[in-house]
Each structure stands twice: as C-alpha cells, then as structure tokens.
C-alpha cells in the first residue's frame, strides 16, 4: 500500500504538470470573467476584447453568483468577450464536453464541431438600443443578435478531468448538461436568463450550441466558472 506521502507526491506533481498547460491552438473566444481575460503575455498572444450589450425587457433573471464581467440587469445585458485572433498554440482542446464562441470568419478548432453553431436572441423590439464594441464572436448583430459557437462533444465520463491552464479564473459555457471538470481548479455553475421580445418573439437556436433553455419569450444560458484550487 503506497504511504501518504507518496500519494501527495503523485498528486503534487500532476497538479504542477497542468499549470504549465497553455491555451489551444486556433481561432476562437470565451465568455469574459469579472477578473478579466486571462493573462497570456507568455503565449505569444493577447485575448481582443469585445462586447455585445443587449436590449431586454424588463424581467432577466441570473443566478448569485455570477462572475461574469460587465453590467447586466433586469432590462439589459453585457455579454463581454475575450477573443484569441491569433492561431498560436501547440496543443489541442481536450476531449469533453464544453464550448466557447467562434472566432469571426474562422473554421472551429480542430476536433471541435459547430461550423453552423447558433443561438438567435430576439432582442428588444421597441426603442432598441443594442450596442457593438470590438472584438466579437462571429454572428450576426442587428436589432437581433445571433452568435455562433464551437463545441467539444466527445466527453464521455462526466467525472474525467481535462488540463487547461489553471493558475487564474476563467469561464467555459455548459454543454452535455454538466460543467466540465478542469484539473486543479473549481467550479461554479452559473446561468444568465434573457428576457427577450414580447411581440411575436423569434428566439431560436441550431446545430452544436451551448446548453441553453429556449423559450418562446427567455434564454437561459449556462456558464462554467473556474478557479484555482487551493494547494
């Protein structure tokens, strides 16, 4: 029977091999979190930063916490952005079961699907002040806003841990109906509700998107919020 100092050893040593874990390659973006993007000046690359703000109506809802970065309240959104426009990178994304957002006029990282990836928000109807801000998901965003996303679909045990950098807070959105686990950090699932138009809403979503309750009315979307764990 191994003695429990050469357990925490073993587990010492995995947790300081996945803080050496660097970002994927490729194009794509994550949902910003109320500490900011992740820093990366290491990897040869910085996030662009962006937001959508959306024109709700009057009764949005989210969960406590909600660690996501930007105003939101009962009648508008901020959905804040931190996107990787470079292809740097030497690694892959893991296999399980996860999305983040599709970079603009870019292909899904490799092994990811959701080239036609969407969820569509009926946003606002009547004096509607949508607003854009830099760097964005690719979509499109009018009075309405469609954003397309990119998913990891193979996962196939809910308790399986992935490597991911793990030394600062970061957000994944939902997918397979649970938050995938990352090594050495923690997590809180969370949920923002949109309430969109009112007059013949159009909400609607399609291909391989995030977890979302769709309504004829609301959109629910769910976040993954990642912390490091404490040693």
């Not at 952005?81 to 292809?87: G, H, Q, S």
């Not at 990178?89 to 990282?109: I, S």
């Not at 969407?118 to 806003?145: A, H």
Request: charged fraction near 20%; charge should be negative; proline fraction near 5%.
């Amino acid at each position: 029977m191994k003695s429990l100092f050469s357990i925490i050893v073993v587990l010492l040593s995995a947790l300081a091999l996945t803080r050496g874990a660097k970002w994927p390659i490729g194009y794509w973006g994550i949902p910003k979190a109320d500490k900011g993007c992740p820093s990366v000046s290491d990897q040869g690359f910085v996030f662009r930063e962006g937001y959508r703000k959306h024109d709700t109506n009057s009764d949005s809802k989210w969960s406590t916490p909600l660690n996501l970065y930007g105003d939101y309240g009962r009648k508008s959104m901020e959905q804040h952005f931190c996107m990787k426009t470079y292809e740097t990178g030497d690694v892959e994304w893991p296999k399980g079961k996860y999305c983040v957002f599709k970079a603009w006029a870019q292909d899904c990282p490799a092994g990811m699907k959701g080239w036609n990836g969407y969820v569509f928000w009926d946003d606002n109807d009547i004096f509607n002040s949508n607003k854009l801000v830099g760097e964005v998901p690719d979509g499109v965003y009018t009075y309405d806003t469609e954003i397309r996303y990119c998913c990891k679909v193979d996962g196939m045990d809910e308790n399986a841990e992935i490597s991911l950098p793990n030394t600062q807070p970061f957000l994944l959105l939902r997918y397979g109906g649970y938050c995938q686990k990352v090594a050495g950090m923690n997590i809180s699932e969370q949920w923002f509700n949109w309430d969109c138009a009112n007059i013949f809403p159009k909400n609607s979503a399609g291909g391989y998107y995030p977890d979302i309750d769709l309504g004829t009315r609301y959109i629910t979307m769910f976040y993954c919020y990642y912390t490091p764990a404490e040693v």
